[in-house]
């Protein structure tokens, strides 16, 4: 249980592109998911907290308008990339957990390599 | 604030031998500890997790760490290590006074020789 699929796993496109990626939570419901962001042999670094129904609550340093996050339903959660430039080629991943409590686990996405041209 | 220390970078050790991951922490509430393990090009998955019940956890893939509070640490060990899991291990942990959110530590690379 409590698999979280990502989509895409790569992406390669010319600066400027606009780029979408879809966290889903399959078989759990998750009021809560998260955006991470990993440089080459680094930790993760959070980049947003998604909240079902409202809106993102963005870590500092992490432009709102750049990184667009979009959590409709209570097992989607979209991360938008607009107009992408090289600078933003990193792998991100996503996580969604089971309930809000701190003592539980995250369940993460495989990652997105997204690769600005 | 809470924060994780990772000693190691790097960890080698040969198939077959114990493999030992530390771990330390710091929080100022009880905290849940974590080990994530992240395979090449991959998203990162759960080995274990400690939540204030029992202090020796066990997890998947035969491995286990131990909570001690006296000395901040939650390390994480294997009897004998296996090829397959050569990867990145990541020590997470998290508590009611950061909200929801986890702090990663900087991770530890174990490559497991033939």
């Known amino acids: 249980g409590a698999v979280v699929s990502q989509h895409p796993s790569r992406v390669i496109c010319k600066s400027g592109t606009s780029v979408k990626i879809e966290c889903r939570s399959l078989?759990?419901?998750?009021?809560?998911m998260f955006w991470y962001r990993q440089f080459p042999k680094k930790s993760l670094m959070l980049m947003a907290t998604s909240n079902e129904g409202s809106k993102a609550t963005y870590e500092q340093g992490v432009e709102k308008d750049k990184f667009l996050i979009n959590h409709a339903s209570l097992t989607l959660s979209t991360l938008t990339v607009t107009s992408a430039h090289p600078e933003d080629s990193s792998f991100y991943i996503c996580s969604a957990r089971l309930t809000d409590s701190s003592n539980q686990p995250q369940h993460f996405g495989d990652g997105t390599r997204l690769s600005i041209l | 604030a809470q924060s994780v220390t990772q000693l190691d970078s790097h960890v080698s050790v040969s198939e077959g031998t114990p493999v030992l991951l530390r771990c330390n922490y710091s929080?100022?509430?009880?905290?849940?500890l974590f080990w994530y393990v992240q395979h090449p090009n991959k998203g990162l998955q759960l080995l274990l997790k400690?939540?204030?019940?029992?202090?020796l956890v066990k997890g998947i893939n035969g491995f286990e760490a131990e909570f001690k509070k006296s000395e901040t640490s939650f390390h994480l060990t294997k009897p004998s290590a296996h090829m397959s899991d050569a990867a990145e291990y990541f020590c997470v942990v998290s508590d009611g006074n950061y909200g929801q959110n986890f702090v990663f530590g900087p991770g530890t690379r174990l490559s497991v020789l033939p």
């Open positions: 078989d759990f419901q998750a009021t809560t």
């Open positions: 400690y939540t204030s019940a029992a202090t």
């Open positions: 929080s100022s509430y009880s905290p849940s």
